[in-house]
């Protein structure tokens, strides 16, 4: 697995990923084919314009695997899925919200969803100058699984998050605190 940069010529397998890992069944892909992949398609292009620096990914044989973005943030609290950079970036934050985190499923997406929480951490602290990282979960044991084992902290409060435009779900708030090391 190679760790990469994302840029606009990843935009359609991110896409890809993200209609394949959360919406293929019922409902779900009923609002995928009736709006939801136009939201994401501007999702990720805004991301990947206006804040590439928090874009990374996994790429294997050509093919990009797995994905992270991070946000700048000044605030620990649930950003709705959906969203736009220019609604929620802040230059002086000091915490790397996850913002957007897609894999591709079958063998290996534990290695693969580990290896992104590990370079999240080096992106957040030496590219976008973070302190702190957050990631909202809803209902993810995949991602849960990974966040437990590197001890980030679960919120004790539950919050509502919006998961899509009008939809809200109850998800609590994982954080984890970097450590400033000198050698890095």
């Excluded at 990947?48 to 695997?65: A, D, R, S, W, Y």
């Excluded at 990974?146 to 009008?166: A, C, K, T």
């Amino acid at each position: 697995m190679d760790f990469v940069q994302l840029d606009q010529r990843h935009h359609d397998q991110l896409l890809i990923l993200e209609k394949d890992m959360y919406w293929t069944e019922g409902e779900w892909k009923k609002k995928w084919e009736n709006g939801a992949r136009q939201k994401f398609d501007d999702l990720i292009t805004d991301y990947l314009t206006n804040f590439p620096q928090g874009c990374f990914g996994l790429v294997e044989k050509g093919e990009l695997i797995g994905a992270i973005f991070l946000l700048k943030v000044s605030e620990l609290k649930p950003i709705p899925y959906v969203n736009k950079v220019a609604d929620h970036f802040s230059e002086t934050g000091d915490i790397a919200y996850v913002s957007f985190f897609v894999i591709k499923k079958g063998d290996g997406d534990e290695e693969i969803a580990q290896e992104l929480y590990d370079k999240a951490q080096d992106v957040a602290l030496l590219s976008i100058s973070c302190k702190k990282i957050a990631v909202v979960i809803n209902n993810s044991p995949l991602e849960e699984k990974i966040l437990i084992g590197n001890d980030y902290e679960r919120s004790v409060e539950e919050f509502q998050w919006e998961i899509y435009p009008g939809i809200m779900v109850p998800c609590h708030i994982y954080s984890y605190s970097l450590l400033m090391e000198e050698s890095k």
